[in-house]
């Protein structure tokens, strides 16, 4: 690892990364609202930003272009449950867009057309030099992504695949797992819905904390106050 790639993880430490995301349907799906969202992320203190599509990447590195920006891009391919950064062309893209750290789904599930995490993590680091942040959800996964290269790990997966779909993010029964077995940064990421939560994530072990819904999620949180009123 580089003074610089050093840098920009330690720059992380104990820290709140902001998802700034949207539903694709919904009007905050825009660049100039995810590119504010992010500056009034950064000006609040955040230390980092993770963002979807080349496109809102792009726009936010314009906008804050200081920021810790990991970025992904989810794109739902056939015959894969893969979505977040599935391929390395996905990972070119962000990577092209100005992104820090490339978020890429680690599981060891069925790609499409047979590419692999290692090889996608090699090519990430070797063509792009770039970080790679490995979206888990089982400490057996999170070891592979690790052995595959990965510099940091994320929980971010906790409880949306099938061998986790009964249990509910955010993993804290995963974080002391993987802070006891795994010698990278651990990003807790999902379920996050309050600065307790947050605090209580950096206290099981979490080198930083990933908040999305609870702080820009407008849609989601709306829908679920508008629900609860209505069954009242």
């Not at 314009?62 to 390395?88: D, M, R």
């Not at 057309?113 to 999170?142: C, P, Q, S, W, Y």
Request: charged fraction near 15%.
């Amino acid at each position: 690892m580089t003074a610089s790639e050093f840098n920009l993880i330690d720059a992380l430490r104990h820290s709140l990364i902001v998802s700034c995301q949207a539903p694709a349907d919904s009007p905050l799906h825009n660049q100039q609202v995810i590119a504010a969202m992010a500056q009034a992320a950064i000006n609040q203190g955040a230390a980092g930003i993770r963002i979807d599509t080349p496109a809102h990447v792009k726009a936010v590195r314009t906008q804050c272009p200081n920021a810790v920006i990991i970025g992904l891009w989810k794109q739902h391919l056939p015959g894969s449950e893969v979505y977040i950064t599935p391929q390395f062309h996905h990972a070119l893209a962000i990577a092209s867009a100005g992104a820090d750290i490339i978020a890429l789904d680690a599981t060891l599930r069925e790609r499409f057309e047979g590419e692999n995490v290692k090889e996608i993590i090699f090519r990430i680091h070797e063509e792009l030099g770039k970080l790679v942040m490995a979206d888990v959800d089982t400490i057996e996964n999170a070891i592979a992504a690790v052995e595959a290269g990965a510099d940091l790990v994320a929980t971010t997966l906790y409880g949306y695949t099938r061998c986790t779909q009964n249990l509910s993010p955010p993993g804290f029964n995963l974080l002391p797992q993987l802070k006891q077995q795994l010698k990278v940064p651990i990003i807790c990421e999902g379920g996050i819905s309050s600065p307790q939560m947050a605090r209580e994530a950096l206290k099981l072990g979490a080198y930083a904390v990933v908040v999305g819904t609870a702080i820009t999620g407008i849609d989601l949180q709306v829908k679920a106050y508008q629900q609860a009123i209505l069954h009242e």
